[in-house]
Structure formats: C-alpha cells, structure tokens
C-alpha cells in the first residue's frame, strides 16, 4: 500500500489571508520579501500552491499566483498579484472555489492554451464532488481577460474529471505543445483513478486549440495510466521539454506508490510527443526508478519537475524528488538529476540527500533560472522537516547548475528560515511548496518563491490566536524585492467645511531602520495632467506625538492626518507619495498611492467590545463604509467558529450588538480568550475577547 507522508510533515498546515511584507537580510546577499497573513483564521492553507505567470499585462514584470485551498472550510482560493516596482497587501483578483473542492490544490501557469498572445494558468480542484466524490475539476484562466485591471471571478473553463474518487486536479503543469500544432497543451494529474487498477493512477494530456481553448471533454485528451494498483500515477506532472534529445516535446509523471523496486519506492515515467500527430501514443518511453540504496518506501516521483539546461548543454533535464528517502537519515530525502539524453541513466546522473533525519529534502523543486549567472540553470529544494532553526522551522537550498553530488545538502547554498520577525521559526514548515516567481519585480532577474505553511509573525498571534504562514520572495540582486509597501489606506475625515485625509500605511521595512520619510500629495486634472505637487511631512516619524501635520508611528505602522487637501478638478484625481531613506543608506520611492474618493467623509471599517473582559453578555460596536457588505462573527482561538452575529451592510456610523456567550446552538461556550472579526471590502479587523465564568 501506498504510504503518504507522515503526520510530522504534513500536519497543522493552516494559513489565512494574506498581506505583502518586505525586509532584506543583513546576513544574505540576497533580497527577500514576502507574502504573509496578518488577520484571519487557520487552516487556509495559504502557499500551499505557487505559480509564476508570464507578463499579462505587458509592464514587464511578471505576475505569481498563490493557492490556498484551506480556505472557507476548503472550498479554496487563488490570489493573484500583478508584478512591478511595489505591491500592496491586496492582490487585484481573489478567485474561490466551493467546498469541500479544495479549490487552489494546484495551481500552475499553462501555455496560451487558447491562441490570444497571453498565457494562461489552471486551477486544481481535486476534491471537487460536482459528478461524484472527489471526481476533481480543473478551473482555466485566459490570460487575456487579465490585461485591464482584472474583474475575473469565473473560470473561462471548467474540466471536470472521469470518475468520483480520481482526484482529477491534484497537479497540472504546462505539456509544451506536445502533439505539435502549434498550440500550447497541459497535462492534469488524477492520483486516485482505478482506469488501471485501484488508484493505480493516471494523467490526461489537454490539448490548446484556436481563441475558444482546449476541449472540456476528456474523450478528447490522451490518457496516460499507472501500471498496477496504488501506483498513484499523476501525484506530480510536470513539462520534460527536449529532455529525450528530440525534436518533440515530453512530459514527465511521478507514480511515488510504485512498488517495482520495492513497497512505495516509486518511479518517474517520461512520455515523447510528436510533431504534428492526430492522436499521440500513451507509451512510456523512459522510465527513471533511482540510484538510492535504500529505494523501499522513499516515494521516488513524490515530486518531478523540468530541471531546465541545468547541465549546461541544450537539453533539458529532469529533477526528481524521494522526500522519505533514508540515505541519509531516517526520512532524510534524496532528490536526483537525471541528464537529458537519447538514452538517459535511469538512476540519475546526480543526486543530494537531506542533511539529517526527517528534513524530507525534494518534497517540493522548482526551476529558478540562472541565479548566480553560469549560463547554467539552477535549481531550487524544499525540505520542510528540517529541524537546524527550531523543530520542523523548514529550509530550502539551490542547488546550482553543473555542481557536483553532494552526500548531504550541507554542499548546497542554504536559504534557512531566518526569523523575519518574532515567532517565525519553529513549525513553519519552511519549503513545503517552492517556485519560481519570474521576473515578479522587472528587474531583468530571476525571482523565486518559498512557503512556510505553517508561519506566524508574532504580531499575528499576538492579534488574532491565528497561524497564518507566508511565501518567502528572493532573488540575485542587491535591490530590494518588490514589496515594500505592507498597507495602505486613505480616507476622508470631516473637518469643519472642507475635511481632511486620514492616511494609514505600513512598509516592510521595520520602522527602526526608516531614517526620513517624505510625503507629497499629487493632484491630477481629469486627463492624467499633474496639477500640483505640495511636500506636507519631511523627516523622521515621531513616537510620542499627535494632530494633523504630524507624522506618527507605533514602532509598526505610520499615522498622517493631511489637513490642507482640495477636492480634485472634476473628474481628476487625488495621490500621494512615500519616499523612505533607510538608515543604511538605501531609497525607497513608492509613487501615486492612491487617495480617497471624493464621496462625503465616512468612517472605515472597525470594531470594539464591552466590558471586556466580561462575566456573561459583551456589547458590540462595528462600523464600515457606507454600503459596504459587511459580516461580523465570533471565532475561538483555533479559528473556528463560534458565533454568527450580523451579515448586513455598512453605514458610515457605528451599530451595535450584543453577544451572550454563546455558540450557534445557544449553548453557553467555555471561559477563555475569542475574537471578534469583522470583513469588508476593506479588509478584517478583529478584537480580543475574554470571558470569564
């Protein structure tokens, strides 16, 4: 039988929401960032899914994709942000699925599966039970819906899986166009089917076509199957390029069950397309089974991606992840490269095993460009059990074009999970999932991306009782990863006849490292003109002051009260911008952050409680914008919830409610610490409740 991995790996990995974050290291040449939660509930899942994406919208960074497929009791969501110079904390597209279809289980850029010039991605949705349980589905995005401030909320295709029971959707990945016509094809992977054999397993090949997409019929895609019971064949795919030195393209499929070289000691078939063919063959043309010594129950194909030209010649190469490999420690990990070539070497042409027991090193790979810029492609590891930062903290390395065998990691370049604030160590889970992240911030340089599912900032535990996890952004350069705006808000305030701008921001870089900040308010004319540039703060923020005029801080977030804009000319606009010199010496500039409408002054989203703490019945007050949607509820400290109190809509004003202590079925709940959560448009703001019997 197959084994999946064990509970010391894969529990506990919830993760909420998202924000956008960015530090640089002091100890690392490497810039890094990342995408983190900072309110929510657990068990989202959030990163346990990446994917670059090709450009969509022609600015010259690439945009990431990032899967949470936990989310509202798993029916899942993907958040996509578009790349450039700076980010804010929300992506400009959130698609969710319906539970319990674990919408975001995978997530993988495509091809231009349709012929429009832009490319597209796929969404898994293995645990979909839309014509059977657990049948899966595949959700497809056109990239050229996406070019003009995305709206997209539906898929432009739904595929939907053979049978209940296959998990269709639990990987996809890009195919190349492998029945060479032209057009771009993907390739899906259902772990669980019984085409074969109880979950022996299979992977469809979906074929792009002219501007209407691929076939949602599965009668019209190739098959691959497993070759005996519990293989779970399609655990992995991924595109194999001209790894088998020809002219056609392959793809390679992980079957990490596989019992050929012992009981789950797994095996990676490759399949060659052709050129211009009606139908292509189903037959493996290569088979790789591993060069461990220990093959027994190492899950071999556990994890399978395009290595890229990682030796250097013109042929891409194939990477192999064994996550329980015991080589070199119980569980410790292998991962394999095996050299493009007519007649590969099965059992891989170089290899590294995990440093210790249980870091299960080649759980997650990916291909990352040229990092240290050989000329020769790089590639990057996860191996999220490693213990060397606190117990199960995770850690990824890059193991670099051309490098030789290592016995152990130890040979390979390090990217620990180094604290990026407090309580960002132990049980983060650090390198569950890796990706490449293109070229995120137009930098002309290889980004990439690694996720620590299971991470929490102090702040977030501090404010919520929530593990929320965050996707760690990296790259080459010296040059800070696009991200440094965390938050950004401005709203009107009445003041007298004329009002004033409350502005509320937060950048990745810690306040104590922050030496001057400039403010400047922008006014453009209804044709994009700039009208007017005025400076209204210049200097250090200040920690025990308050009023208009006056920059403040709170040691984590910044505070100005403008108090001399105009409403802008009719149809124009009204912007701010942020330059922060950095005690190092480093220059942040963060342009046209917008200001806010021209509406009547109206009072955001926000929440309080009392007494608190309290015996018996809280009073609670709520307030968001003036018809805003709006849903206030009662979660405990494990994210669950307790009591639904208001869906509704805002006001402007403040209204109230009162909780009595108890759950949905008018039980009274125990002593203890909640929290009340209130979501807008604007966001989540929560507060700590407690109770006392």
Same mark, same amino acid.
């Given at each position: ?40 509930? %657990? ?155 109880? %979950? ?494």
């Amino acid at each position: 039988m197959f084994r999946p991995l064990t509970r010391k790996h894969c529990a506990g990995l919830g993760i909420p929401g998202l924000a956008l974050v960015c530090t640089l290291a002091a100890a690392s040449a490497h810039a890094q960032g990342y995408f983190s939660d900072q309110l929510g509930v %657990n068990n989202d899942l959030f990163g346990f899914s990446m994917s670059e994406l090709e450009d969509s919208n022609t600015d010259g960074a690439d945009e990431f994709l990032v899967g949470a497929p936990g989310d509202n009791f798993y029916a899942g969501k993907v958040f996509f942000w578009y790349g450039g110079p700076w980010v804010t904390a929300i992506p400009p597209v959130i698609l969710t699925g319906v539970a319990p279809e674990q919408f975001g289980r995978s997530v993988a850029r495509i091809g231009d599966v349709n012929n429009d010039g832009r490319d597209d991605f796929a969404v898994g949705a293995p645990m979909s039970n839309a014509g059977g349980a657990e049948r899966g589905r595949v959700y497809v995005f056109f990239g050229g819906s996406l070019t003009s401030g995305p709206a997209a909320t539906a898929a432009d295709l739904i595929i939907a899986g053979e049978d209940g029971g296959d998990r269709f959707g639990w990987s996809v990945s890009a195919a190349g166009d492998f029945d060479g016509d032209g057009h771009d094809d993907f390739i899906v992977g259902a772990p669980l089917s019984d085409n074969t054999g109880a %979950n022996a397993g299979s992977a469809y090949l979906i074929y792009g076509a002219g501007s209407s997409g691929p076939s949602t019929d599965l009668a019209d895609a190739t098959v691959l199957n497993g070759l005996i019971a519990e293989d779970r064949f399609g655990w992995s795919v991924s595109d194999a390029g001209n790894f088998l030195a020809g002219s056609e393209d392959c793809v390679a499929v992980g079957a990490p069950g596989n019992n050929a070289q012992g009981a789950d000691a797994g095996a990676v078939y490759v399949f060659e397309g052709c050129l211009g063919c009606a139908t292509p063959d189903a037959v493996a043309d290569f088979t790789a089974i591993g060069g461990a010594t220990n093959k027994a129950n190492s899950q071999y194909g556990y994890a399978v991606r395009n290595a890229g030209r990682w030796s250097g010649d013109s042929l891409d190469d194939l990477a192999i992840g064994a996550p329980l490999c015991d080589d070199g420690g119980a569980e410790s990990g292998r991962v394999e490269i095996i050299f493009g070539a007519s007649s590969p070497v099965a059992t891989g042409d170089r290899y590294v095993a995990g440093e210790a027991a249980s870091d299960s090193l080649g759980l997650s790979l990916a291909r990352v460009g040229d990092v240290l810029g050989t000329s020769n492609e790089d590639l990057l590891i996860g191996a999220p059990g490693s213990d060397q930062s606190g117990s199960r903290a995770g850690r990824a390395y890059i193991y670099h074009g051309g490098q030789a065998s290592q016995v152990t990691a130890a040979g390979l370049d390090p990217y620990p999970n180094v604290p990026l604030r407090p309580g960002t160590a132990p049980d983060d889970l650090y390198g569950r999932t890796v990706a490449s992240a293109g070229d995120f911030d137009g930098d002309g340089l290889a980004d990439f991306a690694v996720a620590a599912p299971n991470g929490s900032s102090q702040t977030e535990v501090e404010e919520t009782g929530a593990i929320s996890g965050f996707v760690h952004l990296l790259h080459s350069s010296t040059g800070p990863v696009a991200a440094e705006m965390q938050s950004w808000r401005a709203a009107w305030v009445p003041s007298g006849d004329r009002g004033q701008v409350d502005l509320a921001f937060a950048l990745a870089e810690p306040v104590d490292n922050i030496a001057r900040l400039d403010l400047n308010r922008r006014v453009r004319d209804a044709r994009g003109r700039l009208v007017s540039e005025t400076a209204i703060w210049s200097g250090p923020a200040q920690r025990d002051a308050s009023g208009a005029g006056v920059l403040t801080t709170d040691g984590r977030a910044y505070r100005f009260v403008d108090p001399g804009p105009a409403a802008p000319p009719t149809g124009g606009a009204l912007s701010y911008a942020v330059t922060a010199a950095t005690q190092d010496g480093r220059t942040l500039a963060l342009q046209d952050l917008a200001g806010p409408s021209e509406a009547a002054p109206s009072y955001g989203l926000a929440v309080s409680a009392f007494p608190n703490p309290s015996r018996a019945q809280v009073s609670l007050s709520f307030r968001a914008l003036d018809g805003d949607a709006l849903e206030v509820n009662v979660f405990d400290v494990r994210g669950r919830l307790v009591r639904h109190l208001l869906s509704g809509a805002g006001t402007g004003a403040w209204m109230e409610t009162t909780w009595d202590g108890r759950n949905e079925a008018g039980q009274p709940v125990a002593e203890g610490v909640y929290f009340l959560c209130a979501h807008s448009s604007e966001g989540l703001r929560s507060r700590r409740l407690t109770l006392v019997r």
